[in-house]
């Protein structure tokens, strides 16, 4: 596993956060549920963005088990 801020935590793809870029990013205002979070491992904690994908395919989980 790399320690790329670029990828993911969870999945190691792309994360597209570009929060150190002039415009504000998508992760600035995601919700991120706090059991997806305790997710991520402890080296990787602070240091790059959970992707958007992996933040959708943990919310449409969640809804199909609360359904």
């Known amino acids: 596993m790399t ?3 670029k990828s993911c935590p969870l999945c190691q793809q792309q994360n597209l956060c570009g929060v150190n870029n002039t415009e504000p990013c998508w992760c ?3 919700s991120i549920d706090k059991r997806l ?3 991520v491992p402890k080296d990787r904690i602070k240091k790059s963005c959970i992707c958007a994908q992996c933040i959708e395919k943990f919310n ?3 809804a199909i088990n609360q359904s």
């Open 60 to 62: 449409t989980v969640e």
């Open 28 to 30: 600035t205002t995601a």
């Open 3 to 5: 320690n790329d801020e």
């Open 37 to 39: 979070l305790a997710k």
